[in-house]
């Protein structure tokens, strides 16, 4: 008896060190959903707003592959638009006390910068890949899109280029570009860019939706007014236009134009070769791009 006594308490033990298990586990699933439930509803929100963009002839990608991550991979880019202001790629964040100081970008107290590092990389090589086209530089932008905020335009001067700006504010700003591009270059573009950024395989989450929080699993959608609407419009309206050579270069000038010197360089080319194009091309990104986004 006393044999059988000693069995039974080591069962219960066990069992009861497999019931916690199994909690622990439930307790980390609920909250990975939580993360899931609430990037879900913050890049569907920052879509709504951005969805007056349409009427200007943009086209949205959403939830497209992270450029050259391995088959089967869950790394995405929230949201790719092409328009006649140039390439937009934009990744959604529903951080809160965010503030910007020094070039630096922080949540709370904490320095999340370099957090970001990757997503520069990815405009750097979008960059690269569409200056084979003859795309400008200047035309790709990365936005970091904060949910809830109406933060203006806000550059990360160590993250070469990339935009912080609130969802209320990041369409007006995408539409200020006015029109640099034209339709037929658009589609030269897209081709290109549909293929940098492919589609993200679909891995449905196996999430039992009772467990979620009920106030997670309301969906909310940003409603757009009548005078958020103006503000789109007008803003690509007060755009000053500029010309098309200056968005779209010969392929070689847009490589040219991306390339980093060690000191004072001479170009050279006869009368009409485009080497003042290149010139205003390259003063046009700015010392932040010179000495901060490019690379050997």
Excluded: C
Excluded at 7 to 19: F, H, I, K, N, P
Excluded at 26 to 38: H, N, S, T, V
Excluded at 49 to 56: E, S, V
Aim: glycine content about 10%; overall charge negative; charged content about 25%.
């Amino acid at each position: 008896m006393a044999e059988a006594g000693r069995s039974a308490g080591l069962e219960a033990r066990a069992q009861t060190a497999l019931a916690a298990e199994h909690e622990r586990r439930a307790r980390d699933a609920r909250q990975r959903a939580e993360r899931f439930m609430i990037a879900h509803r913050t890049e569907r929100q920052v879509a709504g707003r951005l969805a007056p963009l349409a009427a200007q002839g943009y086209t949205f990608l959403h939830d497209r592959g992270w450029p050259g991550s391995r088959r089967g991979s869950r790394a995405q880019i929230d949201h790719v638009l092409l328009g006649p202001g140039g390439l937009f790629i934009i990744d959604t964040k529903s951080w809160a006390e965010v503030t910007i100081a020094a070039g630096r970008i922080f949540r709370g107290q904490a320095d999340v910068t370099d957090e970001l590092g990757g997503l520069a990389d990815v405009g750097f090589s979008t960059e690269a890949v569409l200056a084979e086209l003859g795309l400008a530089p200047g035309e790709v932008h990365v936005l970091i899109v904060l949910a809830n905020s109406s933060m203006p335009p806000t550059p990360l001067a160590g993250l070469g280029g990339i935009i912080v700006v609130g969802e209320r504010m990041a369409a007006v700003h995408i539409a200020g570009f006015g029109r640099r591009l034209t339709e037929r270059q658009q589609a030269t573009v897209l081709a290109r860019v549909l293929d940098h950024f492919p589609l993200v395989e679909d891995a449905p989450l196996e999430v039992d939706a009772s467990i979620l929080s009920p106030v997670l699993a309301e969906e909310q959608t940003a409603l757009i007014g009548i005078e958020e609407l103006t503000q789109v419009f007008l803003a690509e309206m007060m755009a000053e236009p500029v010309e098309e050579w200056m968005s779209f270069l010969h392929p070689e000038q847009a490589k040219l134009v991306r390339r980093s010197f060690s000191g004072p360089s001479l170009v050279r080319g006869p009368a009409g070769s485009g080497k003042t194009v290149v010139g205003l091309a390259d003063f046009a990104l700015g010392d932040d791009f010179s000495e901060q986004h490019r690379r050997p």
